[in-house]
């Protein structure tokens, strides 16, 4: 249960860099702007998809007790597989690129480029 909530945590911080998450500063002073939740969005339960959990357990080799962490591989993958997600649907667009984080007004501007 807590490699699953750790997993489903990672997947959604992914998810919210991926379409949400913008830090943005002031270019003068470098003061960051986005300093509050009410300026810089992350997901919540509500923004996400219901998603369903595997494990393939092994043991790791380089520490006595074999063990490892559990949340990395939703970090590592979950960017990239919206991101492309949103290329793909965007290819007839003539996109093949998008900057981050594809909120709507940026794949509007993707699109109409």
Request: proline content about 6%; overall charge negative; glycine content about 16%.
């Amino acid at each position: 249960m807590i490699a699953a909530g750790q997993a489903h945590g990672v997947i959604a911080q992914g998810a919210g860099q991926a379409l949400l998450e913008h830090a943005v500063y002031d270019p003068g002073s470098g003061q960051l702007v986005a300093g509050s939740f009410m300026d810089y969005a992350l997901p919540r339960a509500g923004d996400l998809p219901s998603f369903e959990l595997g494990f393939n357990g092994t043991r790791c080799t380089t520490n006595p007790l074999g063990v490892k962490g559990c949340g990395e591989a939703g970090a590592v993958g979950a960017f990239p597989a919206v991101i492309n997600a949103i290329l793909d649907a965007l290819a007839r667009f003539g996109v093949t690129d998008i900057t981050g984080p594809a909120a709507p007004e940026n794949i509007w501007r993707a699109i109409n480029g």
